[in-house]
T-cell receptor, first 112, second 111 residues
């Protein structure tokens, strides 16, 4: 039973560029949440997707956008990258029947 | 706005000792989580607490929830080096659409 998978594992981008991160949820899960974790800090909630809609959003600018596909997988897009966007981006999946959020291994984004 | 505060943020302890990590949150919540994160790794679920008075134990770790005080504790009994990690408390808002994490407690257990 595959858990949450994220790709790519590492990414280096230049300021001003755009990036797309991908997430496949755990089998049986229909909800995907995205988090940003800066070094030495706790994960910060970006948004949650359910039924292909953004259901809730954290305090992140519109440069951060997402999408959920009919197979429940999800993408996180970040436009006009800033140095401060360098972080570990974590995807978590869940379902109405799962108690815990299940996290992927994350994508480490470095913006130079 | 839902806020989660953990303390202490850093904890250095001797093997064999006991200690407690505290997690306070600001508004009514559906559920409370404890996660562990090792350096460079993702988050591992330890406990999910759903109701007032809930207590769960796994090995040397025990978590409890007091929804009236909006307080959860993670108690470490007879610490061992393998418990060295960062521990996060996280709280879901009503409906579970948004889960907010505390800043984490960096635990170092000295042999």
């Amino acid at each position: 039973d595959a858990g949450v998978t994220q790709s790519p594992t590492h990414l280096i981008k230049t300021r001003g560029q755009q990036v797309t991160l991908r997430c496949s949820p755990k089998s049986g899960h229909d909800t995907v949440s995205w988090y940003q974790q800066a070094l030495g800090q706790g994960p910060q909630f970006i948004f949650q997707y359910y039924e292909e809609e953004e259901r809730q959003r954290g305090n992140f600018p519109d440069r951060f956008s997402g999408h959920q596909f009919p197979n429940y997988s999800s993408e996180l897009n970040v436009n006009a990258l800033l140095l401060g966007d360098s972080a570990l981006y974590l995807c978590a999946s869940s379902s109405p029947y799962s108690e815990a959020l299940h996290f992927g291994n994350g994508t480490r984004l470095t913006v130079t | 706005e839902l806020k989660v505060e953990q303390n202490p943020l850093f904890l250095s302890m001797q093997e064999g000792k006991n200690y407690t990590i505290y997690c306070n949150y600001s508004t009514t919540s559906d559920r409370l989580y404890w996660y562990r994160q090792d350096p460079g790794k993702s988050l591992e679920s330890l406990f999910v607490l759903l109701s007032n008075g809930a207590v769960k134990q796994e090995g040397r770790l025990m978590a409890s929830l007091d929804t009236k005080a909006r307080l959860s504790t993670l108690h470490i009994t007879a610490a061992v080096h393998d418990l060295s990690a960062t521990y996060f408390c996280a709280v879901a808002n009503t409906g579970g659409f948004k889960t907010i994490f505390g800043a984490g407690t960096r635990l170092f257990v000295k042999a």
